[in-house]
């Protein structure tokens, strides 16, 4: 397999800044979040297990997930969240392999924003970059974003790990504490980095 980068980052750290200007830069993406909402979209490839698993009170009427039901199931019910992964999980993992064998970029990067909480990554990726910037700034950035009140952002970063845990995994970092225009010069610098380990690995 190509030479894999994993890309996390609290919410709001600025991740998909980051993706688009490795992306610019030539490099395959690959948008783990997005994979995994379409894998249970109405007709999604997980949506018969799902059915088959929970019944049909949990899609709504077009056959997609009722995201919202079943946010609210798994949040109560640790059982069912388990069920849920059981089948996501493995089909998340294939289809992210599968799209990661479309490019032709020297490497790819997996862009998974619970990389660390979810912990079934790492032992398929080459390196871990994590997105960093002071909590104080992802809350103003969330809210900002969003339009969502602090005290929803604050609950949401409490329900990923700190920023401590998240860097103690981190192979590389970019630090977006500062201006946007700050993060180009680290990405060219990272590229650099990841074309010479790719060439390094493929040997
Ligand atoms: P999520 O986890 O929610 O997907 P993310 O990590 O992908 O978030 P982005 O969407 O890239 O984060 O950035 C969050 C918001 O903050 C965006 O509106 C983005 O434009 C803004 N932003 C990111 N970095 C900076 C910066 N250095 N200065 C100012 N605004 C920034």
């Not at 919410?11 to 395959?28: H, M, P, Q």
């Not at 032709?104 to 997996?110: E, G």
């Not at 329900?159 to 993060?183: F, I, K």
């Amino acid at each position: 397999a190509r030479f894999t980068v994993g890309l996390t980052g609290g919410i709001g750290s600025g991740k998909s800044v980051v993706a688009r200007l490795f992306a610019e830069r030539g490099v395959d993406i690959v948008d783990t979040d997005q994979i995994a909402r379409g894998l249970t979209v109405a007709g999604g490839a997980a949506m018969p297990a799902v059915l088959a698993e929970f019944g049909a009170g949990c899609a709504d009427e077009h056959g997609a997930l009722d995201r919202a039901r079943m946010r609210a199931l798994v949040f109560s019910d640790p059982a069912a969240k388990a069920r849920l992964e059981a089948i996501l999980h493995p089909m998340i993992r294939d289809a992210v392999y599968a799209a990661s064998l479309l490019g032709t970029a020297p490497y790819v990067i997996f862009d998974i924003p619970l990389l660390v909480e979810s912990g079934t990554w790492q032992s398929r990726l080459q390196r871990v970059l994590v997105v960093d910037c002071p909590e104080e700034l992802q809350l103003v950035r969330v809210m900002h974003r969003n339009g969502l009140p602090e005290a929803q952002v604050r609950a949401i970063m409490a329900a990923q790990v700190p920023r401590q845990v998240r860097l103690a995994a981190a192979d590389d970092v970019v630090d977006n504490g500062g201006e946007l225009a700050a993060l180009a010069p680290q990405v060219d610098r990272l590229h650099g980095l990841y074309v010479e380990m790719a060439a390094a690995h493929a040997r």
